[in-house]
């Protein structure tokens, strides 16, 4: 072997294990994120049982407005009947949602899977059908913006749903599994935007943010709470791809990993002021 081979040699090795490398740290990065993902969000999905849900079997409605101001008003009985749903079927699609990523049980328990996923499904437009009930009956807080990105937001809640349910019924698994993290990322819309705004308000000091929710924070973020999950799903979706690309699956590896502190962070400060006290009062029935 020449000296020229032996050094080219070398380089495709180096290559090579900087490839496996990337590949390795972007799986467990994804991991994390998704483990962290799965508690927060079902810790989210307890929180409105314990508090939205239980609210509504019990009839003290008006102590939704304690949280959301103004979410319940008597006289609106088709938009109350619209956001309880909307309340209900998210707390099915938080619990659910992240059971159907988890690979073992897709694979060794597929009829558990498909029933779980049909589920999930008939929630997740249950969810979208409800908010787009309440937007078009009383509208958002918001305003014109907030009605506008909510309503994009269950749109597309219902298309990814349409979709997933019907590439997994011709057979089309790729197409499937694609559409399927693409609804979870909006699944996951609601949880997030508590989680954007809590530290809004922490850290900026509410900057942006109006009571009436017409400021300029508020209207990003009448988009921003569901936009940017869809480009992560799609970084999942494209990661086979990213392969070829040590550098570019470094970088999102580093992306991956910022976003799951950012949610641990959240999920504690969160889990400790709110939803754990609600949850602890539900469960013990005071």
Known sequence: ????????????NNYSKLEKAAAISSRWAGFLLVTTV??????????????YVSSLFTGNLERWNNILHGIYQVGYTTATAGIGLH?????????????????PIRRHYPLFH???????VFSSLLAAVGGLIFIIVKGTIGGLVMNIGFSLYGVLMIIAGIE?????????MDKHRAWALRLYALAIGSWLYRMDYGFWLQLANGLGHLHNFEGL????????????NLLVAEIFIRSGNLKKFPLLNL????LLLLMTTFLLLGTYYFTKLYWGPAILEWFSGS
């Open 251 to 254: 970088f999102s590896t580093v």
């Open 87 to 103: 309340f209900a079927a998210g707390a099915v699609i938080l619990a659910l949602g992240s059971i159907q990523l988890i690979e």
């Open 1 to 12: 072997m020449t000296k020229g081979n032996s050094n080219e040699f070398e380089l495709k």
């Open 114 to 120: 498909r029933w779980v996923g049909r589920i999930y």
């Open 38 to 51: 799965w508690v927060s969000a079902g810790l989210f999905g307890l929180y409105i049982l314990a508090f």
């Open 217 to 228: 924070f508020d209207k990003i973020m009448s988009f921003f709470f569901f936009i940017p």
């Open 164 to 172: 997933t349910y019907r590439n997994a019924v011709e057979g089309r």
